[in-house]
C-alpha cells in the first residue's frame, strides 16, 4: 500500500492518497477530500477507485462536488450511521463552520453535493481497510483499519496527543469510547489523523495512559 498526504483548505486538512494494487482488484481511494480539488486530482497517478468520507465536516468534504464531477465512476464512500440526505450533509458540514459559512467560498461547494453510493457498518471491508464505527466527533465518524499494513486513517477521532472536539453536534462519552478501543490496536499501528502528524497507536496509548 502506497500513502501520500496533501494538505488542503483554510485549515489544512489532510486528504490522503491511497493505493493498493496487489489484490485481484486494483484500489486507489482519496480519503477527505477537504478542499482544492484540482490540487488533489493533479496529485493522482490514476482514477480514483473510492471517494472516502470519514464524516462530513466542511473542511472533509469540500472538494467532494468537484471531484466526483472530475471521476464520476468512483464510488463515495461514507459511514452507514446517519442519514445522509444531501441536505442532512450540508447541515453538517455548516454546522462546523458556523457564521464563517456565509462569508466563505466553501458554501457554493458544499451545496447540492453528491451522496454516498457506498455505505459502511462497522466491520464492513473496502479494499484493504476493515471499517471502525467511531461516534464522537460525528454520530458517523469512521476510521479505517488496515491490520496487514498496521495503518489506521483516524479521521478528526485521533490526533496526536489530542483528540477531535466534539461541542458541534458530538458526544465527549462517545469519544472517549472510541479512542478506548482505537488503542487496542496494534501499537506498531501507524496513524493517520484528518489534521497534523502521523502518529503510532503505541506513542497515543501512552500519552492517554491505556
Known amino acids: 500500500m502506497t500513502v501520500r498526504c496533501v494538505r488542503v483548505g483554510l485549515i489544512q486538512t489532510n486528504c490522503y492518497i491511497v493505493e493498493d494494487l496487489t489484490g485481484d482488484k486494483p484500489f486507489s481511494a482519496i480519503i477527505d477530500p477537504g478542499d482544492d480539488a484540482q490540487f488533489i486530482a493533479g496529485a493522482l497517478d490514476r482514477s480514483p477507485t473510492h471517494i ?3 464524516h462530513f465536516h466542511f473542511d472533509h468534504i469540500g472538494a467532494l462536488g ?7 465512476e468512483a464510488g463515495i464512500a461514507a459511514g452507514d450511521h446517519e442519514d445522509t440526505d444531501p441536505e442532512h450533509i450540508e447541515g453538517i458540514a455548516r454546522s ?20 454516498p453510493t457506498v455505505l459502511l457498518k462497522d466491520g ?3 479494499g484493504p481497510f476493515t471499517v471502525m464505527h467511531t461516534p464522537g466527533h460525528t454520530d458517523g465518524s469512521i476510521c479505517l483499519y488496515s491490520r496487514k499494513d498496521n495503518i489506521l486513517f483516524s479521521g478528526d477521532t485521533l490526533f496526536r496527543h489530542s483528540y477531535g472536539r466534539t461541542d458541534l453536534g458530538g458526544s465527549e462519552a462517545q ?3 472510541s479512542l478506548r ?5 496494534d501499537p506498531q ?3 493517520y489523523p ?8 503505541g506513542d497515543e496509548k501512552s500519552y492517554f495512559g491505556y
Not at 66 to 72: E, G, Q, S, Y
Open 52 to 54: 472516502i468520507l470519514t
Open 66 to 72: 468537484a471531484l466526483h464531477a472530475l471521476f464520476p
Open 96 to 115: 462546523a463552520l458556523g457564521s464563517f459559512f456565509d462569508r466563505s467560498g466553501l458554501k457554493d461547494a458544499i451545496s447540492g453535493l453528491p451522496v
Open 124 to 126: 464492513d471491508t473496502i
Open 175 to 177: 469519544i472517549m469510547q
Open 181 to 185: 478501543r482505537l488503542l487496542h490496536l
Open 189 to 191: 499501528t501507524t496513524v
Open 194 to 201: 484528518g489534521h497534523d502528524e502521523p502518529t503510532t497507536v
